[in-house]
Nanobody
């Protein structure tokens, strides 16, 4: 069973930056980040393929967030810059058995625990 451990959340001011990490217990294929704000549906944030050569982003984070991976460490990162109060949410890391970039929650079979990101205005 694949395990994903997420770290790096916290409190930051508007315009600030945070980097989230997701450490997997073994090699993974495509990975993704999602977020969920109180009272809202879980939202796609970013995805990366197995090699790191292909990525995709949700419209609300394009140009501000960057997903990357270090396969030697079985770790995926989410660099978040120019943070806004509307980025406040619990962020989740996910892994899928397939190779394509998944943008839907149902594309992913494995999920890490969430980490809270709070952006103050």
């Amino acid at each position: 069973q694949l395990q994903l451990v997420v770290s790096g959340g916290g409190l930051v001011q508007t315009g600030g930056s945070l980097r989230l990490s997701c450490a997997a217990s073994r090699r993974t294929n495509s990975m993704g980040w999602f977020r969920q704000a109180p009272g809202k549906e879980r939202e796609f944030v970013a995805a990366i393929n197995w090699s790191g050569g292909s990525t995709t982003y949700g419209d609300s984070v394009k140009g501000r967030f960057t997903i990357s991976r270090d396969n030697a460490k079985n770790t995926v990162y989410l660099q978040m810059n120019s943070l806004k109060p509307e980025d406040t949410a619990v962020y989740y890391c996910a892994a899928r058995q397939g190779y394509g970039l998944g943008v839907k929650r149902e594309n992913y079979e494995f999920w890490g625990q969430g980490t809270q990101v709070t952006v103050s205005s």
